[in-house]
């Protein structure tokens, strides 16, 4: 029924030509758009940070960049609340289910491949039914590149990049896991 596309993909930038700094995991919001434009799905909702201030947030200016370009019509396109990371995501989402009416009951979740199995993790119960979209393989393509030239000895910055990121999806595990803890105490 909706996509849901993860922020951080992209950030805007206001000025600039096409309105938005895209990162490596601008493939997140491709995924998105395309599985809406082949319609997979009804609607694209975009999620994402508070821009700079009095500027745009990341679901504004995915979706100004969208229209421009003339990939989906602007009915099918959903900017969701801003949200300082996954868990807000997650509940500025439920909380758009919930406003559907019961219309929503397939959601899928956009993110990268890397991030998707937290993600999931707090996205369950959104929707009756939450489905993965992954996008953003960093990890597959510098291997299969390695895989290509053979072993080298000395580190690259794309492995203290992978290390980055397996480091913030451990920590975030953590910090859930004594969330659910607490709540589970608390309730």
Same mark, same amino acid.
């Given at each position: 029924?909706?996509?849901? %596309? ?15 700094? !895209? ?14 434009? /082949? ?22 200016? =995915? ?12 009915? +099918?396109? %959903? ?11 997650? !509940?500025? /989402? ?34 009756? /039914? ?8 960093? !990890? ?43 709540? +589970?105490? =608390?309730?």
């Amino acid at each position: 029924d909706a996509v849901v %596309v993860l922020g951080g993909g992209w950030a805007p930038a206001v000025g600039l030509p096409l309105g938005l700094e !895209a990162s490596d995991a601008f493939d997140r919001l491709l995924a998105g758009v395309e599985v809406v434009r /082949t319609g997979r799905a009804d609607q694209l909702w975009l999620a994402g940070a508070v821009g700079r201030t009095n500027g745009p947030t990341d679901g504004e200016c =995915a979706r100004d960049w969208i229209l421009r370009w003339g990939l989906l019509p602007a009915e +099918k396109i %959903v900017v969701l609340p801003p949200s300082r990371n996954t868990r807000e995501e997650a !509940a500025r /989402t439920a909380e758009r289910v919930r406003a559907s009416g019961g219309r929503v009951l397939r959601l899928g979740v956009a993110t990268s491949a890397w991030h998707m199995p937290r993600a999931l993790g707090l996205f369950r119960g959104a929707a009756p /039914t939450v489905g993965a979209l992954p996008a953003d393989y960093p !990890a597959s393509v510098a291997l299969a590149r390695r895989a290509e030239v053979g072993p080298n000895w000395f580190p690259r910055q794309g492995s203290l990049q992978h290390f980055y990121l397996w480091l913030s999806e451990v920590v975030g595990r953590w910090r859930n896991a004594g969330a659910e803890a607490a709540g +589970k105490a =608390a309730g």
